[in-house]
Nanobody, 123 residues
Framework: QVQVVESGGGLVQPGGSLRLSCVASGKIFSIVTMGWYRQGPGPAREFIAAMGSGGATAYGDSFPAKDRFTISRDNAKNTGYLQMDSLKPEDTAVYYC???????????????WGQGTQVTVSA
C-alpha cells in the first residue's frame, strides 16, 4: 500500500505565507505525478497544480492564484511541496495531495489521496 500525508497547514494572517508538504511512502516504484487540490465551503474540490517526475508542471486553468502558489517536488524524498504566498481569506480551505504511483514496473499508475490539511487565512 501507499500512504500520503500532508502537513504544514495552519492559521495565517492575510498576506502571510505557508508551505505545505506531501510525503508519499510505502511500496513505491515511481511517482508519476504529485498534485494539489483544495476544497473550500462548496462541494467541489478545486485542482491547483500537478508536477511530473521530470519537472513538467500544470496549473488549473481556472485556478485563481497561479501567481501566488508554486508547486515543487523532491523526487529523492518522495515529497511534494506547495508554496503559498500573499495568502487571502478566500484561500481558506482543506488542501489535499494526490499522487499517481506505480508500485512496480509492470503495473499501471494508481491514485492515492492524503487526508488533507486545513489552511485558514484570517486576521
Amino acid at each position: 500500500q501507499v500512504q500520503v500525508v500532508e502537513s504544514g497547514g495552519g492559521l495565517v494572517q492575510p498576506g502571510g505565507s505557508l508551505r505545505l508538504s506531501c510525503v508519499a511512502s510505502g511500496k513505491i516504484f515511481s511517482i508519476v505525478t504529485m498534485g494539489w487540490y483544495r476544497q473550500g465551503p462548496g462541494p467541489a474540490r478545486e485542482f491547483i497544480a500537478a508536477m511530473g517526475s521530470g519537472g513538467a508542471t500544470a496549473y488549473g486553468d481556472s485556478f485563481p492564484a497561479k501567481d501566488r502558489f508554486t508547486i515543487s517536488r523532491d523526487n529523492a524524498k518522495n515529497t511534494g511541496y506547495l508554496q503559498m504566498d500573499s495568502l487571502k481569506p478566500e484561500d481558506t480551505a482543506v488542501y489535499y495531495c494526490k499522487v499517481n504511483v506505480r508500485r512496480n514496473a509492470g503495473r499501471p499508475a494508481e491514485e492515492y489521496w492524503g487526508q488533507g490539511t486545513q489552511v485558514t487565512v484570517s486576521a
